[in-house]
């Protein structure tokens, strides 16, 4: 990563995208340790005490096309400006939630920021357009890299916000992170971006892809992100609510589980663009499906502190290698006039089976219990290896990057 640096990787755009990345990063990792937390308290029946992450993530998956298609039309700038707008409009829907104690308004807050999500998920991509194709790799890891301020930033939000106001349900965060956007949205004002995805010729006109069109390697990657987001969102949404609400454990122990996940999702950045450069975006997924299994492992063995600390630390790794992998092959095996499509579709799949995951992920809890929520998530990567091993030497195509 250092001689990637020194080689001219980091530009104006590039820095001004990780500066907002860790920010919206920040908003995700806040939410997904204080939403199940809300619901249990808010929900009708604790069956929902996930639905608001839930709305978030299926605020993303509904997005995500949309959001790709904006951008395609009217550039990145634009469509990443309206996402920190959109997002401090959400935490306001979520402050009055909790000030009114009201649900449906504090589920309404995340689904907003969901929508916000869902732009500022092309960042990855954007990204790659500030480099050069072989530096794409390295790019993706670095942006993901910086997120680990936002690892930080969002449970300690959460944290100090129930320590100042006990009673106030954590609105302390939510105006913490509406300030954080104001200060997003005047950076990524200032991008010189406005490129609307690569393209193999500048003139070139958008090439429209069908699903029976795509190249296998692309729906390797899609996959591979669809599995990796899904398999870590199920979990991942679980865990909050299996720790505090239903194990006892402490607010602080548990906002610490979620720090130290969030903080394993993107610490392996440092050496993953290196690992591709060196071993190939295919093998990176291989290592990823190897660490969900040492995930599944862990969740089993017990529900001490330990325990779910050392699930959520494999979990973050295992979903950093599947998804900067993804990217990557995304990236490099698309026609190159056709990126943004199937970036618009890979992140829709992508989303929605976090969604579905989201969704799903109390009811399993509360009605089969934690150790069947791990049990679920040995189906799809069970299915994502078998896929992997009939493409694992497929070539790439010509117009694509070499798979180094």
């Keep these: 990563m250092k001689a990637e640096l020194r080689g001219g990787l980091l530009n104006r755009d590039l820095v001004l995208l990780l500066c907002s990345q860790i920010i919206f990063v920040s908003a995700g990792a806040m939410t997904v340790t204080m939403a199940g937390i809300v619901g249990s308290r808010l929900a009708p029946n604790s069956a929902l005490a996930t639905l608001p ?20 039309h009217l550039g990145r700038r634009a469509g990443f400006v309206s996402a920190a707008l959109m997002a401090v409009l959400s935490c306001g829907l979520g402050y009055w939630g ?13 689904g907003t920021l969901g929508i916000s999500l869902a732009f500022s998920q092309q960042f990855r991509f954007a990204a790659t357009e500030t480099v050069t194709p072989k530096q794409a790799g390295s790019a993706v890891s670095l942006l993901l890299l910086g997120s680990v301020g936002g690892a930080i930033v969002g449970p300690e939000l959460v944290a100090r916000s129930e320590q100042i106001r006990p009673e106030g349900g954590f609105v302390g965060a939510l105006v913490g992170a509406a300030v954080l956007f104001v200060l997003a949205a005047f950076l990524l004002s200032q991008l010189s971006l406005r490129g609307k995805g690569h393209t193999a010729d500048a003139s070139a006109q958008p090439v429209n892809v069908s699903l029976s069109t795509i190249p296998p390697l692309v ?12 398999v870590m969102t199920f979990v991942m949404t679980a865990t909050p609510v299996s720790m505090h609400v239903m194990e006892g454990h402490s607010l602080s122990d548990t906002a610490s589980v979620v720090r130290a996940h969030v903080l394993a999702m993107y610490l392996p950045s440092l050496v993953s663009g290196w690992l591709i450069a060196r071993f190939g975006a295919r093998s990176l997924l ?18 001490t502190v330990l325990h779910y600390g050392l699930a959520m ?4 790794a295992g979903w950093n290698f599947l998804f900067v992998g993804g990217t990557t092959l995304l990236v490099q095996s698309a026609h190159p006039d056709s990126q943004l499509q199937l970036q618009g579709y890979n992140d829709t799949a992508v989303f929605g089976s976090a969604a579905i995951a989201s969704f799903a992920a109390g009811a399993v809890l509360e009605y089969l219990g934690w150790e069947m929520v791990v049990v679920c998530t040995m189906f799809p990567v069970l299915l994502l290896a078998v896929l992997w091993v009939r493409l694992r030497a497929a070539p790439l195509p010509i117009y694509g990057t070499p798979d180094l």
């Design 286 to 303: 291989a290592g990823g499906l190897t660490i969900f299994a040492a995930t599944m492992a862990a969740a089993l063995a017990g529900q």
């Design 98 to 110: 909790l000030t009114l104690s009201s649900f449906s308004l504090y589920c309404a807050g995340t």
């Design 313 to 316: 630390v494999l979990l973050g």
């Design 53 to 72: 992450v839930s709305f978030m993530v299926l605020g993303t998956a509904l997005a995500a096309f949309p959001a790709a298609q904006f951008m395609r």
């Design 219 to 230: 729906w390797l990657a899609i996959a591979a992100g669809v599995v990796g987001q899904g």
